[in-house]
């Protein structure tokens, strides 16, 4: 049997986290139509901001250059 991309993100040692509040959720009825679209009114929908990386100062001197016209000598 070969491996799948799920056997590998599982925990060794049982269900996760999420597996778990899954459950409970089940259990406990889920959510209405009512609840969901409350939640929904309350989510925050501002658009995330982009990450922003800081060159390394030990970075290639031209930071504009292709890549591959830095890795080429």
Avoid: Y
Wanted: net charge negative.
């Amino acid at each position: 049997m070969h491996p799948t991309l799920e056997d590998a993100s599982k925990p060794e040692g049982g269900s996760g986290i999420g597996s778990l509040l899954t459950s409970i959720a089940r259990e406990a009825g889920g959510l209405t139509d009512a609840e969901a679209e409350q939640f929904d009114r309350l989510r925050d929908k501002t658009p995330a901001e982009p990450m922003r990386f800081k060159r390394s100062p030990d970075a290639a001197a031209a930071p504009e250059a292709p890549i591959h016209r830095r890795l080429t000598p």
